[in-house]
């Protein structure tokens, strides 16, 4: 099992920055790719940006250039940096592990919102 826990969400002015991390422990052996994902109400959740451990990146293409994803192995950790935030960034924001053989991972995920 992968145990996962997101924190620096929060209420942040249009235009603003915002840091999230994830925080990993568990059979962390088993992960590859860890990764952030959103749900915005009455929307599906989608992916935002994923790493692998090999430090492979993969972003949604509308957030390119405004987020950017970073891991550090030695602290089971992942990170998401979010510039330049725009109202319609608001969701919830979930951290996201897979392993080797599949297996996925979820966090209780950290609410993000963007006024403007």
């Known amino acids: 099992q992968v145990q996962l826990v997101e924190s620096g969400g929060g209420l942040v002015q249009a235009g603003g920055s915002l840091r999230l991390s994830c925080a990993a422990s568990?059979?962390?052996?088993?992960?590859?790719?860890m990764g952030w994902y959103r749900q915005a109400p009455g929307k599906q959740r989608e992916l935002v940006a994923v790493?692998?451990?090999?430090?492979?990146?993969n972003y949604a293409d509308s957030l390119k250039g405004r987020f950017t994803i970073s891991r550090d192995n030695a602290k089971n950790a992942v990170y998401l940096q979010m510039n330049d935030l725009k109202p319609e960034d608001t969701a919830v924001y979930y951290c996201?592990?897979?392993?080797?053989?599949?297996?996925?991972?979820w966090g209780q995920g950290t609410q993000v919102t963007v006024s403007s």
């Open positions: 568990g059979r962390m052996f088993s992960i590859n790719a």
């Open positions: 996201n592990a897979k392993s080797v053989r599949a297996s996925e991972y």
């Open positions: 790493i692998t451990s090999g430090g492979s990146t």
